[in-house]
Nanobody, 128 residues
Framework: QVQLVESGGGSVQAGGSLRLSCIASGYGYSNYCLGWFRQAPGKEREGVAQISGSGARADYVDSVKGRFTISRDNAKNTVYLQMDSLKPEDTAVYHC?????????????????????WGQGTQVTVSS
């Protein structure tokens, strides 16, 4: 398993940008699928993006496609979420997460429970 710590959250105006970072410790990091999930008050936790161990494959939930970019630097044991053109509806606590092995291909964003390691979360607030 791995341990994850997020940073980079904050408050921005609509249309602004933030970059979230998540540093990992432990073993087998490069073999883990890494994802970003978010949870707004009163809503279920939902997947935002995920990236394969090699970084070659990335998936996004429809609501963030074209605006968010997930990437990873395995040499630094870090996964990033670049968020551009932020909207008020992006406001949530964002968590990074890891699952061993390959990323799921189908409706992965509906199943955060399949990610076994989680960071503590970082707040993102987007004002109108």
């Amino acid at each position: 398993q791995v341990q994850l710590v997020e940073s980079g959250g904050g408050s921005v105006q609509a249309g602004g940008s933030l970059r979230l970072s998540c540093i990992a410790s432990g073993y087998g990091y490069s073999n883990y699928c890494l994802g970003w999930f978010r949870q707004a008050p009163g809503k279920e936790r939902e997947g935002v993006a995920q990236i394969s161990g090699s970084g070659a494959r990335a998936d996004y939930v429809d609501s963030v496609k074209g605006r968010f970019t997930i990437s990873r630097d395995n040499a630094k044991n870090t996964v990033y979420l670049q968020m551009d053109s932020l909207k008020p509806e992006d406001t949530a606590v964002y968590h990074c997460a890891a699952r061993a092995g390959d990323c799921a291909r189908w409706v992965w964003y509906l199943y955060p429970m399949f990610f076994g390691s989680w960071g503590q979360g970082t707040q993102v607030t987007v004002s109108s």
